[in-house]
């Protein structure tokens, strides 16, 4: 990153211009947020130029073309928590999938990414041609990757909590019976319903199941209750949890993993096929 000097009066207007930011709370702002909370000594037409020269500089970051994140090196600057930047970057978006799960405590993986969930579409720069693609379209910023992953606004609003990161930061983020429903919504995006097994295995006791079965009749899809329904099943869950989902008509048979070839073992209980030991497509 380039840290050339950005001139005295840039440096002391920087300084000022940031320590009015982080008084009003707006750690993560745009350009039109910085003319307005400028000091009076800085004249508005040089906060663009300004702005740019910090970003330039390292003293804060570009998240996009208008929105910045100050950083620690400043004066009552601080850095931004990557959850923090995810639902900045995107509104309304929140925190979900791996980087919920990992929250949660229910996997020890270290996310690479931070994904979060929203309604609106994403274009990503690697979308637009303007950053070569090596992978998954991902918003880079700060050194980290975004992912976003676009959901129908009724799958958006279901099991959404905020929760604070630290005395300045609070987020959105699906709360731990509607990450775990996730995992059998798209388990593609954890690498296939063998996570969701894993999790009901281990973590069962510390989710509260019937929130878990009233969050998958919400959602809508026969085959996402049919597919937890199967999995609660086999790892213990009760009669008394597992009836509503039951009660559920199916017309067809689902894939317990869609990842993989629809082969395997049939079960016209819950009108699941185990596929889970077949190849992957």
């Keep these: 990153m380039d840290e050339r000097p950005i001139g005295e009066y840039g440096l002391s207007a920087g300084i000022a211009l940031a320590g009015s930011l982080a008084d009003a709370g707006r750690y993560v702002f745009t350009a039109d947020d910085a003319v307005e909370l400028r000091p009076a000594d800085v004249r508005a037409e040089t906060v663009a130029r300004l702005l740019k020269s910090l970003a330039d500089a390292g003293w804060i970051i570009r998240l996009r073309r208008g929105l910045y994140a100050g950083t620690g090196r400043l004066p009552g ?9 995810a639902t900045s970057l995107v509104k309304p978006s929140a925190i979900a999938h791996l980087s919920a799960l990992a929250h949660h405590g229910l996997t020890d993986q270290i996310p690479l990414s931070t994904t979060a969930i929203t309604i609106r579409k994403v274009v990503t720069p690697s979308m637009r041609g303007l950053r070569p693609l090596d992978g998954p379209h991902v918003w880079h910023a700060g050194g980290l990757d ?23 930061f609070r987020v959105p983020i699906t709360d731990r019976e509607r990450t775990v429903l996730d995992l059998f919504a798209l388990p593609r995006l954890f690498g296939g319903v063998g996570e969701g097994l894993r999790v009901l295995e281990q973590f069962r006791e510390g989710i509260d199941l019937a929130k878990l079965v009233a969050y998958a009749l919400r959602y809508g899809s026969v085959a996402v209750g049919k597919r937890l329904g199967w999995t609660l099943e086999a790892t213990g869950a009760g009669p008394a949890v597992l009836a509503p989902l039951r ?6 048979y689902s894939s317990l993993d869609p990842g993989r070839i629809r082969r395997g073992r049939y079960d016209r209980r819950w009108m699941i096929i185990d596929n889970r030991a077949e190849d992957r497509v």
Excluded: K, N, Q
Aim: no cysteine; glycine share 6%.
């Design 146 to 168: 975004f992912r976003y992953v676009v959901v129908v606004p009724s799958h958006f609003d279901l099991g959404l909590e905020t929760i604070w990161l630290d005395e300045r």
């Design 77 to 85: 600057g601080v850095d931004v928590p990557p959850f923090a930047t």
């Design 247 to 252: 009660e559920l008509r199916a017309s067809s």
